[in-house]
């Protein structure tokens, strides 16, 4: 037998072990073919209940989780920051401690400030799964990713992989980091010296600034959306020159490795970070990343949710000490009444 | 007490060389038949059975492979999530004789699993059952139409099936007491 599940939540890689991540991925291989048949759904989340609480815009992501939730008989819903109470000046915190006293069993959040995840796992009971923190983590994209390319390519360890584009900004960045150097790949990260962070070879990476030379070497490029709403700071000449000396098309491409994977966690602009031929080009499994990653969020729920008592134990272990008994409520009722 | 040896490697081989003939004999041959087998013991024993049929028919039957872990029904009541593994029916089993294998019989249970994720897949002409030991104590009501070997059993007894290809050793089938809440 394999090693145990034992996180109540997914918040990154950064805190998963290898064997925990190659858990994931060896779900998820199960998974995947359930959404192959006619009849998409098996019970085993029946009766559980999962709420996503997005602060930031996203499509995919959102319906990916959704849809991996509803094909696990789960019950879901979504909460978007807009039209919700948090315009009413309610904290994070409080709406989910109250979707948690809705007895909710796990709850997915998407925030554009780093940490937020953490913070509602430390407080509740029910599952926290991170779809997304700020500039830190978006563990399911990353496994995905990994599934993808152990999909593709067979194994993970010693493939040369290179990450392109806007490492400063991104979280998918920062999460395959972690995932791909404990399953030992080779990570490369390029982009333009203003993207970079300072300090980012420390996590066991190699820094460069030449694509061409990244194209020749790497198994896999992975390209990074450049996030048209972080660049008000400049770090950027513009986006044309981006796209000139970093952007991947099909003349660039000729020098890559015959079998290369071309990934892209979405969405793409397209013409900025790769033309439209590289895009939808015989390289391209930017569409099997979001076909497994369903397959991939519905192995976190089930490995979060499946086999555990419902949460309904916490609404009692949490409340207020000595609730007045029913009796005692109705006694007060009934001298009230008569005063 | 020691384990006792039930079913030796030859005793199993009979068992599933008559099971074979018994599909075949009540199916009328191998029209619409298809084979699947429950993980992990099921699936093999559903293998050899495809081998037999193919040597006294000389044709192949579909087989598939049925993991029944998302179907169970104490997943909310065991603490840690069991592994799941991949189901593999390649084919499509709407209007087939569908034969489900498994090693033991006992609760009824995993059958129960099974039936729900099979008509999942599609609506079989009929769905039919071979077990190669039947060992009593139906919590459910399923009974196996080809029964390799009927042992009755008390409930603190454990029937385990050894099969070369996943055990390594020759095929043997043992009965030990159980040890707490295995």
Known sequence: ????????????????????????????????????????????????????????????TRASFELAAKRLSADTINIAAKGSSLSKGETILDMAKNMQAMNVNAIIVRHSSSGVPKLLAENLEAAVINAGDGCREHPTQALLDMFTIKEKLGEIKGKKVAIIGDILHSRVARSNIWGLTKLGAQVTVCGPSTLMPIGIEKLGVKVTHSLNECIAESDVLMLLRIQLERQRDKFLPSLREYAKEFGIN????????????????????????????????????????????????MAILYLLLAGKAPTLALARSVSRPNPPSADKRRERLSTEGES | MKPTQIMDKDAVNRAIMRLSHEILE????????????????????????????KRIEGVDVPVGILD??????????????????????????????????????FTGRTIRAALDALIDFGRPASIQLAVLIDRGHRELPIRAEYVGKNIPTSLDQNVKVMLEEIDGNDDKVIIEVRENGD
């Open chain 2, 26 to 53: 009540k199916n009328k041959g191998i029209k619409d038949l298809c084979l699947i087998g429950i993980r992990t013991r099921g699936a093999i024993i559903a293998d050899r059975i495809y081998a037999c049929i």
């Open chain 2, 68 to 105: 029944i872990t998302l179907y169970r029904d104490d997943l909310t009541l065991i603490s840690a999530q069991p592994v799941v593994r991949e189901t593999q029916i390649n084919f499509d089993i709407t209007d087939k004789k569908v034969v489900l294998v498994d090693d033991v019989l």
């Open chain 1, 1 to 60: 037998m394999g090693i145990e599940w034992k996180k109540k939540d997914l918040l990154g890689l950064e805190t998963l072990s290898k064997e925990e991540i190659e858990m994931v991925l060896e779900t998820a291989k199960s998974f995947k073919e359930v959404s192959t048949r006619d009849v998409k759904k098996v019970p085993a989340l029946r009766g559980k209940t999962v709420v996503s609480l997005f602060f930031e815009d996203s499509t995919r």
């Open chain 1, 250 to 297: 099909k003349e660039k491409l000729k020098k890559a490795k015959k079998n290369v994977l071309i990934m892209h966690p979405g969405p793409t602009n397209r013409g900025l970070e790769l033309s439209a031929d590289v895009a939808d080009g015989e390289y391209s499994v930017i569409l099997d990343q979001v076909t497994n990653g369903i397959a991939i969020r």
